[in-house]
Every structure is written in C-alpha cells, then in structure tokens.
C-alpha cells in the first residue's frame, strides 16, 4: 500500500487530537511533515516527523502529498491556494473559507489542478449523526416537520484561543460550532428555501458573536439551529418530530474526550456511546406504538480518513467536497444578512 505522506498546519488541538491519531494509526498515511511556528511540540509525540518554521519550505518538500490546513479561518483560503498551486491534495478545516467567493475559487483551483480537495466536517461521523441518519433512512418517524438541533456549551470566561476569540473575518461562534450543525442539518434535508437567524453576543466580555439561533424553512418543515456559550445545563442536542413519530437525542461527543485523554482510536469499543446517552425512539410502526431507547451506531472519524486515501490512491469520489462546504458558507454569509436587516432571506 502507497503512504500518502501528509503535512499539518499546526500542532495544537486540532493537529494532535482530531489529525495526527489517525494519520498515524491508518496504514495509508504517513505523518511526514507539520509547520510549527514557535514550539517544536510534535516531534516529542513523533520523533521522525520533519518540523518547518515556513510553510513555503514544507510546500517545497515535493514528497509531501498531502496537506491539512488545520489553521485559525481567516487563514483558510490563503494557505489551501498556496498548497494547491504547490500541486498538493488538501483537508481544510470547518470551515471551509470566510466568503464564498474563497470557496468558489478554490474549488476551480483544485479542479484545474486536479487535485483532492476535502473539508473535515468530521462530526459527520459521530455516534448521534450516524444514528440520526439511519433512523431517517428507515423512514421510522415518517415525514419530518419539525428540527431542533442544540450545540451548547458553558464558558464565562474567553477561551485560550485568542484567534476565535477576536473579532476579524471569520471569528465567532457561527463559523465554529454554526458550521458542524448547519453542515449535519443540509445532509439530512437538502439545502432550505430561506432562512432567519438571530446572532448576538450574550457574555459581556465577547468580542465576537457567541449565541445564534437560525431557522431555515423548507417547503414542509422547519429546522432550527441553536447555540449559546452560556449554557450551563445544555438543551438536548437532538429533537425530530415526525408525522409518525419522534426521536430525541443527547449530544455526545465521546471520540473527542477519548482523543483528549491520549487514547487511540484503534483502541477497544472506540467511538461506542455508553446505554445513557442513546436515543429515546417513540413513533408506530405498521400500527403499533414503539417507544424505546435506541442504541447508538458507533462513530468513528477514521471513517473519513478511509475515504481521503480512496479518493486520493482509488479516485474515488470526495465524501466532503469543496462544494458541499461552500454550501455552509451560503448560509452562513445568508444568516449574517438576515441578522442585520431583521429579516427573512430567500435563497
């Protein structure tokens, strides 16, 4: 098997706990490269790894084929532009670019270079969307009418990460955690007709939006996206009504703790939910009334590495393309003018 000798951005939370794990554990990559700018902190954790002080000099390394811009947003369009024109495959993170224009042009650049361009929307592989996902593919609630998704958090005061924390291009909670639920929200119901958002900031030392609420409308349902850093008692993370039924469901987010405490996802029982954190399933199937906790699907982030090497070594379709993270940024640039004319935006 071919190593796909991979490059990363930076090495802090993102690049040790969600990309290095499994660039290491999966049999088709090899953890080549990262730029670091200050602290030489990977090669303590991977003694062979080359560290760059300059991106250009790691682009210039023509072995490496793989790079994961894993960087504050505002630096997302630059720095994938850079790798693609160095004729290199890129991940980018969530989320994608700042403007749509960026994601647009991007995606032209990496078709004229014929290269893999994929965003790690990675919560698409956790145990609550998978889940979400099967009971919707068995049709068990009927149509849907009615979404509420919640990804609440509890921080009174500013993270560590002065990046997400300062007002500029891209910053504030929208783009963060915004961009994980409104990208699970189009994969389960297609793109929305229009959308109303309320995006404010409630902590009185924010700099940058920290609580929003959307609602996208369809021709027969309603889906609403919610998030708020105060939240000491978080609201439960999933809600779908159905015409036969509904389906709750906590927010979990068991990879990320097991990663945070330096498991490997190789690890026995990765990705399972404890029997506390399944699903409660009521509905009626075939007449009769079912109301049940249902077991979680395991999740499993290695899943979308599997099908980075598929499409870079098999030319497999891309899973997260470019296109379907420029369609986050349509509603995220759509709900940021809806939010300043107190309006509803047709889209």
Known sequence: MKKIKTALCSFGMSGWVFHAPFIEAHTGFELTAVWERTKQLAQEKYPNIISYSNFDDLLANKEIDLVIVNTPNYTHFELTKKALLANKHVIVEKPFTVTFAQGEELIQLASEKNKVLSVYHNRRFDSDYLTIKNVLEQNLL??????????????????????????????????????????????????????????????????????????????????????????????????????????????????????????????????????????????????????????????????????????????????????????????????????????????
């Open 142 to 347: 009927g149509e849907i009418v009615e979404a509420v998704f919640h990804f609440d958090r509890y921080s009174e005061q500013l993270s560590y990460k002065s990046h997400k924390e300062t007002l500029g291009l891209g910053t504030g909670n929208l783009y963060d955690l915004g961009s994980h639920l409104i990208d699970q929200a189009l994969q389960f119901f297609g793109f929305p007709n229009a959308i109303f958002a309320d995006i404010t900031q409630i902590r009185n030392i924010s700099k940058v939006d920290d609580y929003f609420e959307l609602i996208l409308f369809y021709e027969n349902k309603r889906v609403k996206i919610h998030s708020t850093y105060l939240a000491k008692e978080a609201s439960i993370g999933y809600i779908l009504h159905g015409t036969k039924g509904s389906f709750i469901k906590p927010k979990t987010n068991v990879q990320e703790i097991a990663l945070t405490q330096h498991q490997k996802p190789t690890s026995e029982n990765w990705g399972i939910e404890p029997e506390a954190d399944w699903g409660l399933l009521h509905t009626t199937i075939n007449g009769e009334t079912i109301r049940k906790k249902l077991p979680s699907l395991s999740g499993n982030y290695m899943n979308y590495y599997e099908g980075i090497y598929k499409s870079i070594e098999q030319n497999k379709p891309v899973e997260i393309s470019g296109n379907q993270g420029l369609d986050v940024i349509k509603i995220i640039e759509a709900a940021y003018k809806s939010n300043q004319e107190r309006k509803v935006i047709d889209l």
